[in-house]
């Protein structure tokens, strides 16, 4: 398909694995590719919906775990719950959490590492030079400005698959922290 690997494998075997930029449906198939072009066994979230018959169970069986973004409930106290029971977890968290454009990144997968004292490694698709692979582990720092710096400088010229719906890379938290 003309795809270059770019990085290297993690050498992380516990942690947060953001996808971005996520512009397009080619973005799960071709992030499974090269995951196992890696080596990485993934487990990633993604939307209810992608998990209904016919196709629901290879959806679990390629490492989904079905998302109900419309119901109430704690996403990141499960998540953490499973970093603790699961070793050598990887899970996969689509920053943007849909593949339109979106003003802020949704900060979940922040949260999920901090609480769950993993790393955060970037995994990128990049359209405009065919590449996809990883970059450098974050162990993040509390400082969420800082942190969200270090995904600013990674995705820096780097192009979806429909480049207008990449949004900014930020978190609502940097502008408005909770209390």
Same mark, same amino acid.
């Given at each position: 398909? %003309? +795809?270059?690997?770019?990085?290297?494998?993690?050498?992380? !075997?516990?942690? =947060?694995? &953001? /996808?971005?930029?996520? $512009?397009?449906?080619? !973005?799960?198939?071709?992030?499974?590719? #090269?995951?196992?072009?890696?080596?990485?066994?993934? $487990? +990633?979230?993604?939307?209810?919906?992608?998990?209904?018959?016919?196709?629901? +169970?290879?959806?679990?069986?390629?490492?989904?775990? @079905?998302? /109900?973004?419309?119901?109430?409930?704690?996403? =990141?106290?499960?998540?953490?719950?499973?970093?603790? $029971? &699961?070793?050598?977890?990887?899970?996969? =968290?689509?920053?943007? %959490?849909?593949?339109?454009?979106?003003?802020?990144?949704?900060?979940?997968?922040?949260? &999920?590492?901090?609480?769950? *004292?993993? @790393?955060? =490694? @970037? *995994?990128?698709?990049?359209?405009?030079?065919?590449?996809?692979?990883?970059?450098? /582990?974050?162990? $993040?720092?509390?400082?969420?400005?800082?942190?969200?710096? #270090?995904?600013?400088?990674?995705?820096?010229?780097?192009?979806?698959?429909?480049?207008?719906?990449? %949004?900014?890379?930020?978190?609502?938290?940097?502008?408005? @922290?909770?209390?």
């Amino acid at each position: 398909m %003309g +795809w270059q690997l770019a990085g290297e494998r993690p050498t992380h !075997d516990h942690y =947060v694995l &953001i /996808a971005a930029p996520h $512009t397009s449906n080619w !973005d799960l198939p071709l992030m499974l590719i #090269f995951a196992a072009a890696f080596d990485i066994k993934a $487990t +990633w979230m993604g939307k209810h919906s992608l998990f209904y018959a016919p196709i629901g +169970w290879i959806m679990r069986k390629l490492g989904g775990i @079905p998302i /109900a973004r419309h119901k109430s409930g704690n996403i =990141v106290d499960a998540m953490v719950e499973t970093f603790e $029971t &699961i070793p050598h977890l990887v899970l996969v =968290v689509p920053t943007e %959490g849909t593949r339109e454009k979106a003003e802020y990144w949704k900060s979940g997968f922040y949260h &999920i590492a901090r609480q769950a *004292s993993v @790393p955060i =490694v @970037p *995994s990128f698709l990049d359209f405009g030079r065919k590449r996809g692979g990883f970059g450098p /582990a974050l162990e $993040t720092t509390g400082d969420m400005r800082a942190d969200m710096q #270090f995904f600013r400088d990674f995705y820096h010229g780097m192009q979806g698959k429909i480049p207008a719906q990449f %949004g900014p890379i930020r978190l609502a938290d940097e502008d408005n @922290p909770p209390p």
